[in-house]
């Protein structure tokens, strides 16, 4: 993929190109948003915010024009485009100017939070509001598979109360991943290794963790609305863990003789079995204090 982000560095045009093509076919594919959103965050790492921002809004005027060619409708392409590229520009900023990923990390959390409490202050009860679609969704699914109603009610009333935290957290993730995506190609073409070495470094500071541990707790010892919104906002602080236990296993990993069939192995079983967030995101949380990577010796090669 490096291919890509060369082209994306020739000019305002070809980053404008491939943001607004891959955002409109995104909408098909939701995975090619990443790469999207890795056009804006890399020209804006690598530029600044100023021209960043000219990409951003270039790449709206071409995705509303081809929006209006292709569905004929721009208005819809122009505000998914925002929606997609503001966070992550503004995240780019942030990585740019503070040098560090956690920093980025924690002001995603910060999005989705005001998110999830926007949320809340416009759709009076956000838990019937999505056991309402989950049933429409699932519905086919009941029929064709002769499921007893009461057992898939109760399931739909649990995933119901935390669906807002779910899909703000899926949306912080494919944001973070464009990021990540944009800082890989930024030190493939400008300074190789050094992406690998800020990886494998992320850690939280402490105080983040202890607000992480906060909202948890505030999820388990009370209850109603606070108790659910805390398990929201729980969700997408449990998810950025996610992040720093990976670069964990993969530091890990990297000091055995089998890495080049386990790391491989470990970040498909990662995308693959959502049950395995759970563990990682435990080893990222133990490790503000743990420090589990303290006696492996810093990567300086590019991987």
């Known amino acids: 993929m490096e291919f890509i982000a060369k082209f994306i560095m020739k000019?305002?045009?070809?980053?404008?190109?491939?943001?607004?093509?891959?955002?409109?076919?995104?909408?098909?594919?939701?995975?090619?948003?990443?790469?999207?959103?890795?056009?804006?965050?890399?020209?804006?790492?690598?530029?600044?915010?100023?021209?960043?921002?000219?990409?951003?809004?270039?790449?709206?005027?071409?995705?509303?024009?081809?929006?209006?060619?292709?569905?004929?409708?721009?208005?819809?392409?122009?505000?998914?485009?925002?929606?997609?590229?503001?966070p992550v520009w503004l995240l780019s900023i942030v990585l740019r100017e503070g040098k560090h990923l956690s920093l980025a990390l924690e002001i995603a959390a910060a999005l989705g939070i005001l998110a999830i409490l926007g949320f809340y202050l416009f759709i009076p009860n956000p838990a019937e509001y999505w056991q309402a679609i989950l049933a429409i969704m699932v519905e086919p699914i009941r029929q064709a598979q002769d499921i007893p109603l009461e057992q898939l009610e109760s399931t739909m009333t649990t995933?119901?109360?935390?669906?807002?935290?779910?899909?703000?957290?899926?949306?912080i993730t494919g944001l973070l991943l464009g990021l990540l995506l944009a800082r890989w190609w930024q030190s493939k073409l400008y300074n190789p290794g050094g992406f690998k070495t800020e990886y494998l470094s992320l850690q939280m500071s402490q105080r983040f963790t202890l607000a992480t541990l906060l909202v948890i707790l505030i999820a388990f010892l009370t209850s109603g609305s606070i108790s659910e919104i805390a398990a929201n906002i729980g969700v997408i602080l449990f998810m950025l863990y996610s992040f720093v236990g990976m670069a964990i296993v993969h530091s890990l990993i990297s000091v055995m003789k089998a890495k080049r069939f386990l790391l491989p192995l470990f970040y498909l079983l990662a995308f693959v079995v959502p049950q395995l967030v759970l563990p990682v995101a435990i080893i990222g949380l133990s490790d503000t204090w743990l420090n589990l990577r303290k006696n492996i010796k810093p990567p300086t090669s590019a991987n």
């Open 159 to 171: 995933v119901a109360k935390y669906m807002t935290g779910i899909l703000a957290a899926g949306s």
């Open 11 to 86: 000019s305002r045009m070809s980053a404008m190109t491939v943001a607004s093509s891959l955002a409109l076919l995104s909408i098909i594919m939701p995975p090619i948003s990443i790469v999207s959103s890795a056009a804006v965050a890399l020209v804006t790492l690598r530029r600044g915010a100023n021209e960043g921002l000219l990409v951003l809004l270039s790449a709206c005027v071409a995705s509303a024009t081809l929006g209006f060619i292709v569905m004929g409708d721009y208005q819809f392409a122009v505000a998914y485009a925002l929606i997609l590229w503001t």
